[in-house]
């Protein structure tokens, strides 16, 4: 075997006296094939291998291919004389990550870049947005592509500017949000979002997001009006509600229930009076104005249910805002500090101690929420309401 840059004597000379200079100039058949062979970082290739990526019908473009990249300077061959002839047996890329470049390609060492900077997102991600960080540390651990990598850590990084902007929208408006280039979540990214949080939650609807509540009234919206009373619960959109006119039969009091599961557990067990609503989360502005919207053409009390931690404190505050704003009376509910040792808790984490600080510091705060909080801080632990509503 010998070491040459081209078949024939004359033309491994030349070639050996001349640096790499660049991409040769090629056809678009070429430049696929070359795109194929370039996307390994190996260093090293065998030639029947390379030929074989280019496929039977390709097999002279292939070797044309090979010859410009030998002139270029772009690879040396290895090749064995047999029967008469030099026959290439294995090709070294010159300056493999110079030739991914000029293709457009990532070389080696631009994913360590990338893979690095998508840690330290996720890092940045656990530390500061508490919903989002359980699947932020998963998402670390996991044992994935950069490629893949890269992309949900993205994906995570845009929900946390999403939810700290307090938006909120259908799934087109967060695909915008997260990618305006592309404008595309595909099916196992949105998938893989949907395994890993809670959508709605977080403010992304997967349609027209909507008020959910049950309760005895009868609402208007011009030029029609609806009974609520047949229904275990309904969903009604958010924009819909700002043509509210009037409300019949109104309801002597509110219950607003932030867990979903725990909110359709109570609304299919509505006391009569009762207005059952479900808080999305952290509620969005639309969904606080189609509630203020309620509250204007029906006020009376409100009771408010939270999960026993940080987070559902200021939800229930933001919550009760709205009654505040309304005149009308609000009192936090199954929120008692006892329910932190009556079930299933869980420790705090940075985000959880950020809030605590947060709502110990309002002069806003109610006796029962500023209660909880000191036993949160006390015990350092946490509860779902889940557990008991």
């Known amino acids: 075997m010998t070491l040459t840059t081209a078949r024939g004597r004359q033309r491994r000379q030349r070639a050996a006296s001349q640096p790499w200079h660049g991409l040769p100039t090629l056809t678009g058949a070429r430049r696929d094939l070359l795109l194929r062979w370039a996307r390994g970082d190996a260093p090293v290739r065998r030639w029947p291998t390379l030929r074989a990526l280019a496929g039977a019908a390709e097999l002279e473009s292939a070797d044309a291919l090979l010859e410009q990249l030998i002139e270029a300077g772009c690879v040396q061959v290895v090749e064995q004389f047999r029967a008469g002839r030099w026959w290439p047996q294995q090709v070294n890329w010159v300056e493999l990550p110079r030739l991914q470049r000029a293709l457009g390609l990532q070389s080696q060492s631009d994913r360590d870049a990338e893979r690095e900077t998508a840690l330290r997102t996720l890092d940045e991600i656990a530390t500061a947005a508490g919903a989002l960080r359980e699947a932020a540390l998963g998402l670390k651990s996991a044992q994935l592509s950069t490629a893949l990598l890269v992309s949900r850590a993205g994906l995570l990084q845009a929900l946390a500017l999403w939810t700290a902007d307090q938006?909120?929208?259908?799934?087109?408006?967060f695909a915008l949000h997260a990618r305006p280039h592309t404008k595309a979540i595909t099916e196992a990214e949105w998938r893989w979002l949907e395994t890993e949080l809670d959508l709605a939650a977080l403010g992304v609807e997967r349609n027209a997001a909507l008020l959910w509540?049950?309760?005895?009234?009868?609402?208007?919206?011009?030029?029609?009006?609806?009974?609520?009373?047949?229904w275990p619960f309904?969903?009604?959109?958010?924009?819909?509600?700002?043509?509210l006119t009037q409300v019949s039969d109104p309801p002597e009091f509110y219950w607003a229930i932030e867990n979903r599961a725990s909110f359709e557990r109570q609304a299919r067990r509505r006391e009569p009076g009762a207005c059952v609503l479900w808080v999305p989360g952290r509620p969005s502005e639309a969904w606080l104005a189609a509630v203020a919207r309620l509250l204007s053409r029906a006020p009376a009390p409100a009771k408010v249910s939270a999960d026993a931690d940080p987070a559902g404190i200021e939800i229930a505050l933001t919550v009760g805002t709205l009654w505040t704003q309304q005149g009308c009376a609000w009192q936090p509910f199954a929120m008692e500090p006892r329910r932190l040792t009556d079930g299933k808790a869980l420790p705090l984490n940075e985000y959880d101690r950020a809030s605590l600080v947060r709502a110990l510091g309002r002069n806003d705060l109610p006796a029962g929420l500023r209660a909880l909080a000191a036993a949160i801080e006390r015990l350092g632990k946490k509860a779902e309401q889940e557990g008991w509503l």
């Not at 309904?234 to 043509?243: K, S, V």
């Open 213 to 230: 509540l049950s309760g005895p009234m009868t609402l208007h919206v011009m030029p029609a009006a609806s009974s609520l009373q047949p």
């Open 167 to 173: 938006r909120s929208g259908v799934r087109q408006d």
């Open 234 to 243: 309904i969903g009604l959109p958010l924009d819909a509600l700002q043509g």
